[in-house]
C-alpha cells in the first residue's frame, strides 16, 4: 500500500504561480506512471498530466504550456508546476500513482485562482 500526500495548493491571482508536491510513501521508480488530476466544482475528475516511469510526459491540452510535470525518484515525489494560472484551473487536485493495474490516490489538494 503506497500512501500518496499532496501539498502546495492555495489561494493565488489569476497569473500567478503554485508547485504542486506529491511525496509518496514508498518507491514511485518502478511505478508505471504518475499523474495529477483535478475536479473543479460541478465537474468531472480530469487528467492534468502524466509521467512515465521512462519520464515522458503528457498535459491537457487546457493546460499545454503552462503546466509541467516532473519527478524526483530518489524523494519519492511528483510535481505539478502551474504558471498562468486562470480561474478556470480553480479545483481540487489529486495525486495519482498507477502501479501497473494498481491505483493509488492522494487525499487532494486545494487551488483556488481569484479573477
Known amino acids: 500500500q503506497v500512501q500518496m500526500v499532496e501539498s502546495g495548493g492555495g489561494l493565488v491571482q489569476a497569473g500567478g504561480s503554485l508547485r504542486l508536491s506529491c511525496a509518496a510513501s514508498?518507491?514511485?521508480?518502478?511505478?508505471?506512471?504518475m499523474g495529477w488530476y483535478r475536479q473543479g466544482p460541478g465537474k468531472q475528475r480530469e487528467l492534468v498530466a502524466v509521467i512515465t516511469s521512462g519520464g515522458s510526459t503528457s498535459t491537457a491540452d487546457s493546460v499545454k504550456g503552462r503546466f509541467t510535470i516532473s519527478r524526483d525518484n530518489a524523494k519519492n515525489t511528483v510535481y505539478l508546476q502551474m504558471n498562468s494560472l486562470k480561474p478556470e484551473d480553480t479545483a481540487v487536485y489529486y495525486c495519482?500513482?498507477?502501479?501497473?493495474?494498481?491505483?493509488?490516490w492522494g487525499q487532494g489538494t486545494q487551488v483556488t485562482v481569484s479573477s
Open positions: 514508498g518507491s514511485i521508480f518502478s511505478m508505471n506512471s
Open positions: 495519482n500513482a498507477d502501479d501497473w493495474g494498481w491505483d493509488y
